[in-house]
């Protein structure tokens, strides 16, 4: 007997106060000045016999490790849900506040980080409270609001349009609606950096995805959930012609309109419907680290002034690490948070930036068109680059001094994110082809 699915949403305003220092950029020097867009917490609860799973997009740049705990301790706490059944999804926009610990930025504030987790879970409250009959429907359109943002040239890999480079024009739809038709909820993925603005901003604002999310919402009838999608190496085309330039609010609003328009025309195409069967697991990939600098290295770099302050400074954290630790990790945590929701529509939730070739990979596993890989999930890691990106170079190869980790990632990261991506679909009843 097929076990009913039932679905409930809830949102909460997660906007800021007025000068909380703002994520995203390192060349930001004081807090935000106001609020061009308020900033949202969307809650999707499903159910489906004991099941239950919470998904929570949120418009952040990305959470920590420690910041996630503290907010599935709070849902497990009230309402009994385990840490592997919530999957906090963060849109990765860049005009939202600190929420995290990052090495170029102040610390997340202590009472932001607080009434965050609380209205979080009064949304999901709502939304437990919220459940009704649900059926389930997915589509697979595509979006062009992305390009490349590695470029080759003689110097080596520059953060500039790269027409010619890998983009994941994939855009996966899935609406959840009662038996009578009428909309519950609307979740839509894309893989695209929300830097359609720079540094130079400081008003607070959810960025292309909150103003797709809006028009959305609009035309449907009910919540939209956005899941960014595995494109840390890809910025908005608009502002991209022959150098990335800051875009402005308008720009925003014409990515945010392209890409909500894209959206209604997979469903005006019509989704397919998915026999719902609900399932997840959490699993750590452990990812390698190469080998660090010796002590030596270390102490010269962390005291020659000609050297960049981020790399200084990441110097010093790692020379203060192996002093805490007598020796340097060789590898990280990195978990892979699988969510089935049918037989042939799941996201692979990565907690980390995953660059396109990481997307296209796990998708690949799968060998049909119901798999939506999700970056900055739960706490985020790092970028997670290619071979090819380790190998090349560049700034999503050298970023790990912005995320506390004692030296680069090794070739064979990506098999290892694979490999807990399947391992976690296999535990879920996944069968090879």
């Known amino acids: ?120 879970s009064q949304a999901v409250g709502d939304a ?93 009838g009910a919540p939209a959930l956005f899941l960014q999608g595995a494109g840390a190496d890809v910025k908005p085309r608009i502002v991209g012609d022959e150098g990335f330039r800051s875009g402005r609010f308008e720009d925003v609003e014409a990515v945010g309109k392209e890409v909500a328009e894209d959206v209604l025309g997979v469903l005006e195409g019509g989704l397919r419907e998915v026999e719902p069967r609900l399932c997840s697991v959490l699993l750590d990939a452990s990812l390698p680290l190469e080998k660090p600098l010796s002590r030596t290295e270390l102490e010269r770099l962390a005291s020659d002034p000609d050297v960049p302050p981020p790399r200084r400074r990441w110097a010093g954290e790692t020379l203060a690490l192996l002093q805490k630790r007598g020796e340097l990790p060789r590898r990280t945590r990195c978990f892979v948070h699988f969510v089935r929701l049918g037989e042939d529509a799941r996201i692979v939730g990565l907690e980390g930036e995953p660059c396109t070739g990481i997307g296209k990979r796990i998708k690949a596993l799968f060998g049909d068109r119901g798999t939506v890989v999700v970056g900055y999930c739960n706490g985020s890691v790092a970028y997670l680059p290619t071979r090819r990106i380790l190998e090349e170079g560049g700034y999503e190869a050298e970023s790990y001094v912005y995320f506390g980790l004692p030296s680069r990632f090794a070739p064979g990261m990506e098999d290892k994110l694979a490999e807990a991506a399947m391992k976690a679909a296999e535990r879920c009843g996944w069968a090879h082809v």
């Open 1 to 120: 007997m097929k076990e009913t699915l039932f679905a409930g949403v809830g949102e909460a305003c997660i906007t800021p106060p007025v000068g909380t220092p703002m994520m995203g950029f390192s060349g930001r020097d004081h807090g935000c000045e106001g609020v061009h867009d308020d900033l949202y917490a969307k809650v999707l609860a499903l159910k489906q016999g004991r099941r239950k799973l919470v998904l929570v997009a949120l418009d952040l740049g990305s959470l920590d490790r420690e910041g996630t705990q503290g907010i599935k301790q709070e849902l497990k706490e009230r309402y009994g849900l385990p840490p592997k059944n919530v999957l906090l999804a963060c849109s990765h926009t860049h005009a939202g506040p600190v929420a995290a610990e990052r090495s170029y930025a102040e610390a997340p504030d202590p009472g932001y980080m607080a009434s965050l987790r609380e209205k979080i």
């Open 128 to 220: 437990l409270g919220d459940l009704r009959p649900a059926r389930l429907s997915f589509g697979l359109g595509s979006t062009e609001i992305g390009v490349c943002r590695r470029l080759k040239t003689p110097e080596g890999v520059v953060m500039a349009p790269n027409p010619e480079g890998d983009v994941d024009r994939d855009l996966p739809v899935m609406l959840l609606s009662e038996p009578s038709g009428k909309p519950i909820a609307l979740l839509f993925s894309a893989s695209c950096h929300p830097t359609t603005m720079k540094a130079d901003n400081y008003l607070i604002s959810a960025e292309w995805p909150g103003a797709a999310r809006r028009i959305l919402e609009e035309h449907v």
